[in-house]
């Protein structure tokens, strides 16, 4: 009786909770669908994503089963099938944008339509995607980068041309932790990426009408505003970030102001406030409309344009869509008398998003943006905040410190809430970003926006040049800004290695803490500690090696990581820096005293976790003599090699050859634990294992 009589009492108040949360349950729904989503990402096989749907299915349907009785019931039922629906709208997903991709590297004649430009000034390199006409022999669609240099005139959307093209499958992550460009490209049914060479025929122009205000638009821009400054510019008008530099881009980054480069919320809502402001104060100065017209609902349908018109301009990605169905939303609440930003709306946009593009939940900037704006929604519901900021009579001396206050608090929130996603996905954060944004977010929405809207305004009559002065001034101090606080002592944090149990304890324990309302919600605090504390005490791997095993880092005894080829590439330099956790600097191997190097063979010995290591590898496309490559296998643990090795070199513990990669992709070792993590898994994700098209055979 004790037992039972625990239990209703614990049923009793779970019920009594629930009563009291009941404004807040309708929030769960996102989550959950995004939960079943996450879950079919980590799923590695069919039979499992099947069982999982059919287990949450069954419990779903007896939680509405007993529904009469319980509102826990009622919402395990909701919980259930919401779960399911969410891993089965990711596998139809998956399915549906099902194309072959390109079987291997091949060199090949593409002629097809263009489907979209992208001009990178900074690389000096135009970015072409086609839709081939041979669909036997080649994927649906192409993407190539050509030299500024080969582009012909009149190459634009619409046209269709001929080009010679080095073209490859989307590249797989080059080691364990690595970005997942297949994953992105299967979505985006992109087959093939690779490099054109002149000439480029264009056999039918583009018409009038293709050539494209966004791509005329940026020109103007850049025109008046050279170099990175004339890129950010591009990119808040019209969404085109080609003309930054890599060294300005990555300074936004690591200074926390790269959100400024992505057409998001803050550059939607500024504009859709813009145009409200506007069309209000110019309807308000005839008392005729002012008394016969309902203004507000005037002025929030030209925002309501205004963001529709935006979005286009900007190329209509994602984020900016979710964006813009979030300030419609906003929009429709002001018209109905409701109260605006709730989190109600964040729950309704990220819910929009998940049933149109359920993949984007895998990918940063849909983590970044949503768990951002609930951040801001949370920290400014709180009542004690609100009281704090809230507008009162004072001096103005007062009345800004309180602003700057708001604005610092909202900034160190945002910058904590997502610290762990940048870690997670980057490897490595800003840690000045709240300080940064506190100047970048009122300098590019009050100064830099609108003095660009009005120079564009003043280049109809050709008045335009003293406001992109002013233009090009405020840009330049945005980029000193970025700068300062990237390269500041301490600017960037780095996490080589964050498990994927680590980041779901982090985002649970968040979200509980943010949705819930009543003291329940310290609860999240255990499960957010737990995995800070797992992700911090886990350690960095010790040997990174690529997927075609030209490449490796190791780590040696002063914690530096050390590259085996000093004429490594910038992508790789970087891309193993980040994943090791090194920062940018990547000692050369040949130069370390724990290695003894030739120019075609390296040995290194480390030691870890309480014994000696020996690591060998191939640094050359040279052979190494028989008889000094069978002692070098013998006398390792671990041989690393882009070729094949005969069946007699038989290291102590791994053969990290060609063959073995193949299977495998790029490995991650920590020799303390002997963990081993790899690219390829096992799992049954499409963009794993796909269908293949063989390219055509040059003639």
Not at 397 to 415: D, H, K, Q
Not at 668 to 682: N, P
Request: aromatic letters at 6%; one cysteine or more.
């Amino acid at each position: 009786m004790g037992a039972r009589t625990a239990f209703r009492q614990y049923f009793a108040a779970t019920e009594k909770w629930l009563e009291v949360e009941r404004e807040q349950l309708v929030l769960w729904i996102p989550v959950l669908l995004g939960a079943g989503i996450a879950i079919w990402f980590l799923l590695p096989t069919r039979e499992q994503w099947i069982g999982f749907s059919l287990a949450s299915s069954a419990v779903g349907a007896a939680g509405i089963a007993a529904t009469r009785t319980s509102r826990a019931a009622r919402l395990l039922g909701v919980a259930g099938l919401t779960v399911a629906a969410g891993c089965l709208l990711i596998w139809f997903r998956a399915e549906r944008v099902a194309s072959p991709v390109l079987s291997r590297p091949a060199v090949a004649l593409v002629t097809g339509r263009v489907a979209r430009v992208e001009r990178l000034p900074a690389r000096e390199l135009v970015r072409v995607t086609l839709l081939p006409d041979d669909a036997r022999s080649l994927p649906e669609k192409v993407r190539v980068n050509l030299p500024e240099a080969d582009v012909p005139t009149g190459l634009d959307r619409g046209a269709r041309i001929q080009v010679r093209a080095r073209l490859m499958p989307p590249a797989a992550p080059s080691v364990p932790g690595a970005y997942d460009f297949a994953r992105v490209a299967w979505f985006d049914r992109l087959g093939a990426t690779g490099k054109g060479f002149a000439p480029v025929r264009i056999l039918t122009p583009a018409g009038s009408a293709s050539a494209g205000l966004r791509q005329r638009l940026s020109a103007h821009i850049q025109s008046h505003i050279t170099g990175s400054a004339g890129g950010i510019a591009s990119a808040l008008a019209t969404g085109d970030r080609g003309a930054i530099s890599e060294e300005d881009a990555e300074a936004m980054q690591r200074s926390g102001l790269a959100h400024l480069l992505s057409v998001s919320g803050l550059h939607v809502t500024a504009v859709t406030a813009a145009a409200m402001l506007v069309v209000l104060r110019l309807l308000a100065l005839s008392p005729a409309l002012a008394l016969r017209l309902p203004l507000p609902m005037v002025a929030a349908g030209a925002g309501a344009l205004a963001a529709v018109g935006y979005t286009l301009l900007t190329g209509a990605e994602v984020p900016t869509i979710r964006s813009c169905a979030a300030a419609l939303l906003v929009l429709l609440a002001l018209s109905l008398g409701r109260e605006a930003i709730t989190l109600r709306l964040v729950g309704a946009g990220a819910l929009l998003v998940l049933l149109l593009w359920p993949e984007s939940l895998a990918g940063p900037s849909f983590q970044l943006s949503f768990a951002a704006v609930t951040a801001i929604v949370v920290l400014h519901e709180s009542p004690r905040l609100r009281e704090l900021f809230a507008k009162r009579e004072e001096g103005r001396g007062t009345r800004l410190m309180r602003s700057l206050g708001s604005l610092l608090l909202t900034g160190v929130a945002v910058e904590l809430t997502l610290m762990p996603i940048a870690l997670f996905h980057f490897h490595e954060t800003g840690v000045y970003g709240a300080l940064a944004n506190i100047i970048a977010i009122p300098l590019t929405t009050f100064v830099i926006m609108p003095l660009e809207a009005l120079a564009l305004l003043l280049d109809v009559a050709g008045l335009g040049w003293p406001a992109w002065w002013l233009t090009n001034q405020a840009l330049l101090l945005l980029l000193g800004s970025a700068r300062a606080a990237s390269s500041a002592p301490g600017a960037v944090a780095s996490l080589p290695s964050m498990p994927a149990g680590a980041y779901a304890l982090i985002v649970v324990g968040g979200l509980w803490f943010a949705l819930w309302r009543t003291r329940v919600r310290l609860g999240g605090l255990v499960p957010l500690a737990t995995g800070i504390i797992w992700a911090l005490l886990t350690p960095g791997p010790d040997l990174l090696v690529s997927g075609d095993g030209r490449h490796l880092a190791v780590r040696l005894s002063n914690g530096s990581m050390a590259l085996l080829r000093d004429r490594a590439g910038d992508y790789t330099r970087a891309m193993l820096s980040e994943n090791s956790g090194a920062g940018d600097v990547l000692a050369d191997l040949a130069g370390a005293r724990e290695a003894r190097c030739s120019a075609d063979l390296c040995l290194v010995d480390l030691s870890s976790g309480g014994r000696r290591w020996r690591v060998s590898a191939t640094r050359s496309s040279y052979l190494v003599p028989w008889k000094a490559m069978m002692a070098s296998c013998a006398q390792s643990d671990i041989v690393v090699s882009e070729r094949r090795l005969p069946p007699g070199c038989s290291p102590r513990w791994l053969k990290l050859d060609r063959d073995l990669l193949r299977q495998t992709g790029g490995v991650a070792i920590t020799f303390s634990s002997r963990s081993i993590r790899t690219v390829r898994d096992g799992g049954e994700q499409p963009w794993k294992a796909p269908p293949t098209v063989d390219p055509p055979r040059m003639r």
